[in-house]
């Protein structure tokens, strides 16, 4: 209860009026009355000048008519108690995009040759739980490391979608290793467990190799050219 209630109240209750009585002489409703004795509604100058003709009460002390300070602290509580609610709300919100978008989207992995540099990641979508057709744990972008591939467009700084293999494909293009190195080749299968290893760094050039020789890590499935 506010001091201006509590002065109304009592006031009233001096003159034997009641609520219902006090309300129709100031021409409010009688709830409007209790709200005011109860501190829960702010009680303005003009009003309260008249109920003091009405009553011959003095009510004239400023800190009275100043808001209810208890009136103010529920106010208080209830901006912190919505400020709150907003603010779970929102990160209730986040959590459930980000598990929604973590079903539908893959952050690939970006590596250099070795496989073992993070470079960053490119989000891609899932669908029927695979990536472009891939199983999700076997996918990753290579960062072209070297201008050897030139010839075929491929061009250091570019990023190849690739998929973890172990398995060469004719005329497919992967990241191998042979001769105690790690580059990117064309293979051209050849019979008799004979592989071509051709790159074009501008000019075409061709290995002949062993298959047991050559150890592919991944195939290269696109490119993304940098502009």
Do not use: C
Not at 1 to 19: C, F, H, W, Y
Not at 133 to 146: A, C, H, P, R, T
Not at 149 to 171: C, Q, V
Request: glycine fraction near 6%.
């Amino acid at each position: 209860m506010s001091r201006v209630g509590e002065k109304i109240k009592e006031a009233r209750l001096q003159s034997g009026m009641s609520q219902k009585a006090l309300a129709k002489k100031l021409g409010v409703a009688e709830k409007f009355i209790n709200e005011v004795e109860m501190g829960r509604r702010i009680a303005q100058e003009s009003f309260i000048d008249k109920v003091s003709k009405i009553l011959k009460s003095d009510f004239n002390d400023v800190s009275m008519v100043v808001t209810d300070e208890a009136l103010l602290e529920e106010k208080k509580s209830i901006k912190e108690a919505k400020d709150n609610f907003h603010r779970n709300n929102k990160a209730n919100e986040e959590e459930v995009w980000t598990s929604a978008f973590s079903s539908v989207l893959k952050n690939v992995p970006i590596f250099d040759y070795t496989l073992r540099n993070n470079k960053g990641f490119k989000e891609l979508p899932i669908h029927s739980n695979k990536v472009e057709g891939f199983s999700q744990d076997k996918v990753l972008y290579l960062e072209i490391q070297d201008d050897e591939m030139s010839g075929f467009r491929i061009l250091k700084g570019d990023l190849a979608f690739s998929s973890l293999a172990k398995e060469p494909s004719n005329n497919g293009i992967f990241l191998v290793d042979y001769k105690g190195k790690r580059a990117i080749r064309q293979i051209k299968l050849l019979g008799n467990s004979k592989a071509l290893l051709v790159s074009n760094g501008g000019s075409l050039l061709t290995e002949t190799m062993n298959l047991n020789e050559i150890s592919v890590v991944a195939k290269l499935e696109r490119l993304e050219i940098r502009l």
